[in-house]
């Protein structure tokens, strides 16, 4: 027997034709849906204003962005970086030194350079400063730490080691 398949948009077009004959009632047929009624609310409209194309996946992204950097800052941080090389740590530092005001943060200017295709993903992958401490094996990697001395309260000295497995 073979398995009963339905693609997304043929199940909403099927919720949308039930809703339509009322022999349900709506919370029980999105209960049966797997829905909210909010979620079966705004399918029936699409569907009422944009017919069944109005029942596919339409997409997420905000239409306007209202915290984004001017575009003179962009331009800027674009230019600093063509002139002499600089990361956004740099560039940012440069821009409060040269009084500008609501600079962006470090990480927003590398996301500026990156986004204009100033930063190349295999260079930010060489920059890597840092390196987990993890292998293949258990205990083929020991490290240890010497954390100083200090006395005790019986004239002796505790001279602490940590290590790491």
């Known amino acids: 027997m073979p398995w009963n398949v339905k693609d997304t948009m043929s199940l909403r077009q099927e919720f949308v034709s ?41 997409s997420r992204r905000p239409h306007h962005s ?3 950097s ?4 962009v331009d800027i941080v674009l230019e600093l970086r063509r002139q002499y090389g600089w ?25 500026i350079l990156r986004r204009h295709g ?9 920059r890597q400063h840092w390196q987990r401490f993890e292998h293949e094996h258990p205990n083929s990697l020991w490290q240890m730490d010497f954390k100083g001395e200090f006395r005790t ?13």
């Not at 399918?43 to 109005?54: D, N, P, S, T, Y």
């Not at 001017?70 to 800052?73: G, L, W």
């Open 118 to 126: 100033m930063i190349q993903p295999h260079e930010s992958a060489l």
């Open 18 to 58: 039930l809703a339509a004959a009322q022999d349900l009632p709506f919370s029980e047929l999105c209960r049966r849906f797997g829905i909210s009624r909010q979620t079966g609310y705004k399918w029936i409209e699409r569907h009422k204003e944009q017919g069944v194309q109005g029942l596919a996946d339409q």
């Open 70 to 73: 001017p575009q003179r800052v």
């Open 87 to 111: 990361g956004g740590r740099k560039i940012e530092r440069r821009l409060c030194d040269l009084g500008h005001r609501n600079v962006p943060a470090p990480a927003t200017i590398t996301e």
């Open 66 to 68: 209202p915290m984004r």
């Open 153 to 165: 309260l019986e004239s002796g000295r505790c001279m602490p080691l940590t290590i790491a497995v």
